[in-house]
């Protein structure tokens, strides 16, 4: 096979595994499916896999050499949702969000339960004018009676959109945060010889708080951490100022409304893209948090910080990335987990 | 402490005469986050005899084990916070008249009127605001601040009272077969449920017994609680509002109640700072549907219990909570009915005993 025929085979694979993962519904607390798929793609590449109480998937891959630390990758695996509150004599669901879920978006959106039931999402009669909330929102599954409804109080739904290629750029409804997940899989798949003991943990819960990786840091231990998530950018039309836009490589996060990155841990960043000649950004971002935080205050305190993936229209059903930027994220990941690490 | 254990009473636990009267001493005792002395004294008073290990922690939280006698068990935590949402004084203006801000949720406008005690020594008092005859209709449109009102001891209570001290709603229980009317059912249900559990506790698991402070302010007690025990289950034992009242508009159904009195505990699935293991939630249902106790699914919705920071303890630890349904939550007055404190009871309690290591494989 030639090199070009081999690069589009492996191309075509990656894509086949970003469609896999942003098409798998997995809404906070309900990661059971998305973790059993990464599980999937991740057997055999690890020296050792566990599940742990949260319901982290954990990752290792080698063990810790004389020169090297124990780091750990934090992508979390969850996504926003909705969780169903009543169901009314008519058969409409009502319902609240998981995670940040705005109801402009939801109008005409479509859904997906955990076991597989659709539906989709209509709204109450608003005054001229009116901006949607979501109290007047329900989910209409095509049933007419409480009774025949085939979803109860407590089911959870995500949001359901297929995957799209547009070539340059990549749609999906959840590029947060499974472009990292898949990240994350290539990085461990391709990383050889470290002098690490890299843990990558496919995290849950992030998108309520946090919550999955605070647990996973703790049991992990580790030396450094690092979270893969996206960050918006401010490259659209008439969009709130930033910074990072699309095409211009993955992005250093230096802050974020939820935690300051450890200067060191920024600095290893630049310098191992520079090292490698792979194009980057820097990242300030004022409103928004990641796993960062959560591995940054563990136990007795952790160096941390954030690689991001530029993504436009966050929190939408319609997530992009530029496919340069992914490519360019996993090339740096495993550049930095992949020589000596000394921080300032 | 540790003491000398007497073997637990292996009957299931019931509400009866005794339990209405050590609720009714619970609720009229004076908990206000961050001074839960008054409850604790009565928490240790009534376990001490039933349990392995008892101890007070540095934040205040009872820590109570009973050791299971049989093997492979679990380890199970569960919380139930001694404090209630109340007052404390900020300025003394003189004449026994003090100003001052509220601890916990507490909706303002439900303040006017209410006969309330202050400090220690319960020291009796009003919260007052100018009346009737001396405002506008105007005036009378607009909810007053907490800023706008005073809490009144009459100028012989004035030496009694310091800036710092609590207050809280002057309520005493009464039992109304079938129902419970009281001040801060809001948790002492918990607490009570949680003492019965140790009196009756079961065999095959260890129980961790929390006694919890400074829920009402944000889940600080149960943290560090998580963080001693190290379990490896975790479930609080509270209670819920339930909102169960007609509409307001008669065309339209009521989807916002929380839950519903006489629907039996409420099992959660999501709150504002949980979500619940769903093996746990399955367990409860599975548990309830055998032993033919009503159960109900409280909406999720917004709102948080101890199981918020149990599960985020250590490495993490499998949580859900169960609530007894109250209606007026928060208030100088709320209500429960008696067969759902029971059965809140019965069911955690069943629950336990059906309890094995598999729960987690």
């Known amino acids: 096979m030639s090199i070009e025929a081999k690069k589009i085979e492996q191309d075509d694979a990656l894509l086949a595994l970003i469609k896999k993962m942003v098409e798998t519904p997995g809404p906070s607390g309900q990661e059971q499916l998305i973790r059993a798929a990464i599980l999937e793609e991740i057997q055999g590449s690890a020296d050792e896999i566990r599940t742990d109480a949260m319901g982290n998937l954990i990752a290792r891959k080698g063990s810790k050499q004389p020169n090297g630390l124990r780091i750990m990758i934090s992508a979390h695996m969850d996504e926003i949702g909705l969780m169903v509150t009543h169901v009314d004599e008519n058969g409409f669901s009502r319902f609240i969000p998981i995670g940040g879920v705005s109801p402009l978006t939801c109008i005409g959106g479509r859904v997906i339960f955990m076991n597989g039931q659709r539906g989709v999402i209509g709204c109450e009669r608003l005054e001229p004018n009116a901006l949607p909330t979501l109290e007047k929102l329900f989910i209409d599954v095509g049933t007419t009676s409480r009774e025949d409804c085939p979803v109860k109080v407590g089911d959870v739904c995500g949001f359901e959109r297929p995957f799209l290629d547009l070539g340059k750029h990549l749609v999906a409804k959840s590029m947060d945060n499974r472009i990292s997940v898949v990240v994350a899989i290539a990085a461990l798949r391709t990383l050889q010889a470290s002098p690490h003991e890299v843990y990558f943990v496919f995290s849950v819960q992030e998108e309520v708080g946090l919550r999955g990786s605070a647990t996973a840091a703790y049991g992990v231990d580790p030396d450094v951490g690092l979270a893969v998530d996206v960050t918006r950018t401010g490259d659209t039309p008439r969009t709130t100022k930033m910074e990072v836009a699309l095409d211009k490589g993955p992005a250093i996060k230096v802050r974020d409304s939820s935690f300051i990155a450890d200067p060191r841990v920024v600095d290893w960043m630049i310098a191992t893209a520079k090292a490698a000649d792979i194009p980057y950004q820097m990242e300030v971002l004022e409103a928004g948090g990641t796993d960062g935080r959560s591995i940054q205050l563990a136990r007795a305190g952790v160096p941390a910080g954030c690689l991001s993936i530029p993504c436009r229209y966050i929190h939408t059903p319609s997530e992009m990335v530029s496919r340069a930027d992914f490519e360019d994220a996993i090339r740096l990941l495993v550049e930095l987990l992949s020589r000596e690490v000394k921080l300032g | ?361």
């Open chain 2, 1 to 361: 402490m540790s003491s000398q254990k007497q073997p637990s009473m292996q009957l299931t636990p019931e509400i009866g005469a005794q339990q209405v009267e050590l609720l009714a001493r619970l609720c009229n005792a004076m908990a206000v986050s961050g001074d839960e002395q008054e409850v604790r004294q009565i928490v240790l008073d009534e376990i001490q005899p039933y349990c392995d290990q008892v101890e007070v922690d540095g934040l205040g939280n009872v820590l109570a084990m009973h050791v299971g006698s049989q093997a492979q068990k679990v380890r199970v935590m569960i919380a139930a916070h001694m404090d209630e949402v109340g007052f404390m004084l900020t300025n003394d203006e003189g004449e026994g008249v003090f100003s001052f801000e509220t601890v916990g949720g507490i909706d303002p406008r439900q303040l006017v009127g209410k006969a309330v005690i202050v400090g220690r020594e319960h020291v009796p008092a009003v919260i007052g605001a100018k009346p009737i005859h001396l405002t506008t209709a105007e005036e009378r449109k607009k909810a007053l601040k907490v800023e706008e009102l005073r809490i009144d001891l009459g100028p012989e209570g004035s030496s009694k009272a310091k800036v710092g001290d609590r207050a809280t709603f002057a309520t005493q229980l009464e039992a109304l077969e079938p129902s419970i009317r009281a001040k801060a059912l809001d948790n002492r249900l918990g607490v009570i449920n949680l003492i019965e559990l140790l009196r009756h506790a079961p065999e095959n698991i260890d129980l961790l017994a929390a006694f919890t402070v400074q829920e009402e302010v944000g889940l600080r007690g149960a943290r560090v609680a998580a963080y001693r025990f190290d379990p490896q289950i975790g479930m609080a034992i509270d209670a819920t509002p339930a909102h169960d009242l007609p509409a307001y508009d008669v065309d339209v159904e009521n989807t916002r109640y929380n839950t519903k009195l006489d629907h039996g505990p409420a099992i959660y699935l999501m709150d504002g700072a949980t979500i619940s293991d769903r093996r746990l939630a399955e367990w409860l249902m599975q548990t309830a549907e055998a032993e033919g106790i009503p159960y109900q699914i409280r909406q999720p919705n917004p709102g948080g219990t101890d199981a918020g920071a149990i599960h985020r303890a250590r490495a993490g630890v499998p949580s859900i909570s169960v609530s007894v349904p109250v209606r007026y939550a928060h208030s100088a007055a709320s209500l429960i009915r008696q067969e759902d404190w029971a059965n809140t009871l019965k069911l955690v309690y069943h629950a336990l005993t059906r309890l094995t290591p598999e729960i987690l494989s």
